[in-house]
């Protein structure tokens, strides 16, 4: 089993940044692919970005391309997620996910199951 904490949440005006954490305990993280998720109110949750075990290979959703990078420290067994320029449209619960078997090249495929997620952490940016 692996437990997932999120923090670095918070409010943040457009076009400004935020770094979210993700501690996990339990297990080693590095022989997960490690990854984010979020949902806004209303709305289904959706995927955000992922990685791969060996760190060698990352994935994005299109809307955030450009502006937020994930990486792991699998010493720290962390995995973080850097966002710039956030946009009103980024606010959102941010999870946290971590799956031993799912390649995360297919996570942003509905329908999908993922083994371990956190509680998440409300990133909210204002207009």
């Known amino acids: 089993q692996v437990q997932l904490m999120e923090s670095g949440g918070g409010l943040v005006q457009a076009g400004g940044s935020l770094r979210l954490s993700c501690a996990a305990s339990?297990?080693?993280?590095?022989?997960?692919?490690m990854g984010w998720f979020r949902q806004a109110p209303g709305a289904e949750r959706e995927f955000v970005a992922a990685?791969?075990?060996?760190?060698?290979?990352?994935y994005y959703r299109d809307s955030v391309k450009g502006r937020f990078t994930v990486s792991r420290d699998d010493a720290k067994n962390t995995v973080d997620l850097q966002m710039e320029s956030l946009k009103p449209e980024d606010t959102a619960v941010y999870y946290c996910?971590?799956?031993?078997?799912?390649?995360?090249?297919?996570?942003?495929?509905?329908?999908?199951?993922?083994?371990?997620w956190g509680q998440g952490t409300q990133v909210t940016v204002s207009s």
């Open positions: 996910v971590a799956d031993q078997w799912r390649t995360p090249s297919n996570w942003h495929l509905p329908g999908g199951y993922l083994q371990f």
């Open positions: 339990g297990r080693s993280i590095s022989s997960l692919a």
């Open positions: 990685i791969t075990w060996t760190g060698e290979n990352a």
